[in-house]
């Protein structure tokens, strides 16, 4: 850390408080006058029927309960706007029969929640939404270049008032973003589209944009002038959290932003409009603190340069004055930022963007977790009765599953060191959240799940947690043999990638390394000799308490996970 500057903590907060002095301006109160006409807009896309994580990481992202919260307060504080530029309703597409009641049951509670808790006021049209037909879409979504007489329910392009601020919205689908769309030229349906709209006395143009890439979002806002801002979803594009990029996309007229996959991070934009003009980017804190973090890297750099340079009699003086030359504007430059982080312009109108993650600090609408706990109700009973009377998967004349209790019969030192590791409660911890019969769910939490003589959702009684079968493999015909022969499906040492290729994935284990996780599921009785090759080092449940300590373990107020 340079001398004199706050560390991390102390600089976010310092970003915090000098960019909080202005309501009317940077929260979007809606006021006239000097100051203008403010309003925020929180932009959606690729939610794809997540209506809250697994629960299994660090840092759960993507909760509707937080995001319904996060309006709620944004509400609160001044005029909103929330849109969605598509891709809402299915995890899935083409939709697996064994999960279809419980996709319609969560596409039901998404849209239930966007009209009664989050009051969106447009949804666009992605291939997320299009698994079931023009029947499924439950309402009317923004697109102007379907073809004539296409049977799904839009809406117009209209303008929307927001706090005395009024904004065009429209929606436009990319060339071969959705082949079975047929889509008609964009180009030419959005310029009309915007004609309209600044017609109808649009202060500022939203395109809600689906596209394939950001390659083809961007090539599509360069042939679309007009367009203010732009909420893109890119279907299997859409990044991951830590691929969000804080900062807005210029491209031609419009900027452009990208919410992350699955509701989990989301923009958030402050607007304010001070008469007629483009939008300038005001940056936000995170870009701020961003650039912060860059001009600090810069300073202690040439920092090091010049005490080098001081020490050696042969340095060329005009070329050490250079670099304290920039060492001083780098220095001004990061002042400037940290008096002024949002860089508002004197006149004219202005954005600032925060990207906010959805996870588990941030509040719970409780309506909208009742709405979770009732559709985790009603999965259950449709999952079960779906599931009566069908049987365990056919074990096609080859081995089958037995259970952890047959095993003990003859390693009860193995399965007694597997009850006190995590696995043997996974069972539970689905049990506790209601989630016990959701198919999104409880594949990783038994042994065996669907694969021949293993469970499924009706069976799966004596195959509850994660057993030695699973890393083992199934033992009825070593059991059949009194134990005493090991036939090729029992595996002594599994294979290094079951775990992450299985149940760790990056998206439900987010601390995961194999040989760290490996020395907590091995030891006296089980494993000891592989224990000990192992050595000393990180464990998984060190890694996971690191991860969570540095997460946070407080709920947000009214969560209940």
């Not at 997540?50 to 996060?70: E, F, M, N, W, Y």
């Not at 959705?178 to 017609?199: C, N």
């Not at 006395?201 to 801002?229: E, F, I, N, W």
Request: aromatic residues 4%; hydrophobic residues 40%; contains cysteine.
């Amino acid at each position: 850390m340079l001398r004199g500057f706050p560390g991390r903590l102390g600089l976010v907060a310092a970003l915090a408080a000098t960019a909080c002095c202005s309501k009317s301006e940077v929260k979007g109160g809606g006021s006239t006058g000097a100051a203008g006409v403010g309003f925020t807009l929180i932009a959606l896309a690729e939610v794809r029927g997540q209506i809250g994580p697994c629960g299994c990481t660090s840092d759960p992202l993507g909760d509707l309960s937080r995001t319904a919260k996060l309006v709620e307060a944004a509400r609160a504080a001044g005029p909103v706007l929330v849109l969605d530029a598509g891709s809402l309703l299915y995890s899935k597409t083409p939709v697996p029969d064994h999960l279809a009641a419980q996709e319609e049951l969560k596409a039901d509670l998404l849209v239930k929640t966007y009209k009664e808790k989050l009051a969106v006021g447009a949804v666009g049209l992605g291939p997320m939404d299009l698994p079931k037909g023009p029947d499924k879409l439950r309402i009317p979504r923004q697109v102007v270049n379907l073809p004539k007489g296409a049977p799904y329910p839009v809406e117009a392009p209209h303008v929307i008032e927001v706090g005395g601020a009024k904004v065009g919205v429209f929606g436009v689908i990319a060339l071969d973003t959705v082949p079975a769309l047929a889509v008609t030229d964009p180009v030419a349906a959005g310029k009309a589209a915007i004609a309209k709209l600044r017609g109808d006395g649009a202060q500022v143009v939203v395109a809600l944009v689906q596209a394939s890439s950001k390659k083809d979002a961007v090539q599509l806002l360069r042939d679309l002038p007009g367009v203010d801002v732009a909420v893109a979803g890119l279907g299997l594009a859409a990044p991951e959290p830590d691929r969000v990029e804080s900062e807005a996309t210029k491209v031609g007229d419009a900027w452009m932003v990208i919410p992350a996959n699955r509701g989990q991070v989301i923009p958030r934009l402050e607007v304010t409009l001070r008469g007629a003009g483009p939008l300038v980017d005001a940056g936000g804190l995170a870009a701020a603190t961003q650039k912060i973090a860059y001009l600090d890297k810069q300073v202690s750099q040439l920092d090091k340069d010049l005490k080098a340079f001081d020490a050696d009699p042969a340095a060329d003086k005009a070329f050490v004055k250079t670099k304290r030359e920039e060492r001083d504007r780098f220095i001004a430059e990061r002042a400037a930022l940290v008096a002024n982080p949002l860089n508002k312009p004197a006149q004219g109108s202005y954005f600032t963007l925060e990207q906010v993650k959805i996870g588990k600090a941030l509040a719970c609408d409780v309506d909208v977790q009742n709405f979770v706990t009732a559709y985790n109700r009603a999965a259950g009973e449709v999952n079960v009765k779906a599931a009566a009377g069908r049987p365990a998967p056919d074990a096609k004349g080859g081995p089958s599953y037995v259970g952890s209790e047959t095993c003990d019969d003859c390693h009860s030192d193995a399965v007694a060191f597997w009850k006190n590791t995590r696995h043997s409660h996974a069972w539970k911890t689905l049990v506790d959240r209601g989630q016990q019969f959701d198919f999104d769910c409880i594949g990783c939490h038994v042994t065996g799940w669907e694969k021949p003589g293993g469970s499924n959702l009706a069976n799966n009684d004596k195959l509850r947690d994660i057993q030695c079968e699973t890393c083992h493999g199934p033992a009825s015909v070593h059991v059949a043999k009194g134990g005493e022969e090991r036939p090729s499906s029992i595996v002594r040492a599994p294979a290094e990638n079951l775990c992450a290729t299985q149940c760790h994935t990056k998206e439900h284990s987010d601390t995961f390394q194999h040989t760290a996780y490996m020395r907590d599921i091995v030891g006296p009785g089980h494993g000891e000799d592989i224990r000990k090759q192992l050595g000393d080092g990180d464990t998984g449940a060190q890694l996971r308490k690191v991860a969570l300590d540095k997460a946070g373990r407080q709920l947000g107020a009214g969560c209940v996970r």
